[in-house]
């Protein structure tokens, strides 16, 4: 009989999806783009979000707020903590994505991946001292109790980095979650692959649905959308080109949303400085309470 192991095969090409609602549907517009690797060759196809993508995104991130922000300060710490974990479990594939979406070497790549891990182990740390280092009670003339205290904006959009496609999207989406916020992100348009491989992380620890939502495709596109939404509460722009960048803010300005950052020329090794606490407090929002004295 005919030996057929060694057949040729046809490789199957991926076509990736959006993360909505912690499930994995296909772009309503049916549209798909291709995701090429450093050196121009073919990795995967991609779903190119839609304008009502990121509507259906905002709406169900929307509706997690409460949920999120409702948890005890050490239970999210636990969660985020979870997918360091479970990013630590996969790390040879995020080394893959990671290395062919941005041409470095496995060292480099490693470094990138590593990096990312530790940034969600910071600010898992950092959920239960939030109220305690950026809240306070203020002395006032008067028998009364002043308190202000940190609050969650919302639904938090970022556009992330488009030259660090992991360790860039993990240091803008943490810090929001570690705020009790939810996120609506758009992955780095030439760069998506390790995104969706986070998306697979998520989907599978113990982040409730809704929580964080990942899109992929073109950011002219969709981070207009995004800016001008009024259930949004804050915009982290850092992925956006200086050419977005005016019609971003008078968009986010006809929508009173908040800007956590803007457009940065950083190179992706500037992602490996310490991080800061800057995109924390950006996406809170600070209520302070009087409360008689003495009654």
């Known amino acids: 009989m005919p030996d057929n192991t060694t057949t040729d095969r046809v490789s199957v090409a991926k076509t990736h999806k959006l993360y909505i609602g912690g499930a ?3 772009s309503e517009s049916g549209r798909t783009y291709e ?7 073919f990795l995967a196809n991609m779903a190119m979000g839609s304008r009502k993508d990121v509507r259906d995104a905002v709406s169900v991130a929307w509706k997690a707020t409460d949920g999120w922000a409702g948890r005890t300060a050490y239970n999210r710490g636990q969660i985020l903590y979870r997918i360091a974990e479970m990013i630590e ?30 940034r969600w182990v910071w600010y898992a740390g950092w959920t239960d001292k939030i109220a305690q280092v950026f809240g306070n009670a203020n002395p006032v003339a008067g028998p009364y109790f002043n308190v202000s205290t940190p609050e969650p904006t919302g639904v938090v959009a970022v556009i992330a ?8 999207l993990v240091s803008t989406i943490a810090p929001a979650l570690a705020g009790g916020n939810v996120v609506v992100a758009v992955a780095s348009q030439q760069r998506p692959i390790p995104a969706v491989t986070l998306s697979e992380v998520l989907a599978t620890s ?3 649905a809704g929580v964080v939502n990942l899109l992929t495709g073109h950011t002219d596109e969709l981070a207009p959308v995004l800016a001008s939404h009024m259930d949004v509460g804050a915009i982290d722009l850092t992925g956006a080109s200086a050419e977005q960048l005016v019609g971003l803010l008078e968009s986010a300005a006809g929508s009173t ?6 457009p940065s020329t950083v190179t992706s090794g500037t992602w490996h400085t310490p991080p800061t606490t800057a ?3 950006g996406a809170l929002e600070v209520k302070t309470v009087w409360h008689p004295a003495g009654v």
Request: glycine content about 6%.
């Open 161 to 168: 980095p488009q030259e660090s496609s992991l360790l860039g």
């Open 257 to 262: 949303t908040r800007i956590v950052a803007r």
């Open 206 to 208: 113990d982040v409730p």
């Open 89 to 118: 479990g996969r790390r040879d594939q995020f080394i893959a994505d990671v290395a062919a979406a941005e041409g470095l070497d496995r060292t480099a790549s490693a470094a990138e991946v590593d990096a990312a891990i530790d």
């Open 279 to 281: 995109r924390l407090r």
């Open 35 to 41: 995701a090429t690797a450093a050196d121009g060759s």
């Open 24 to 26: 994995f549907p296909r």
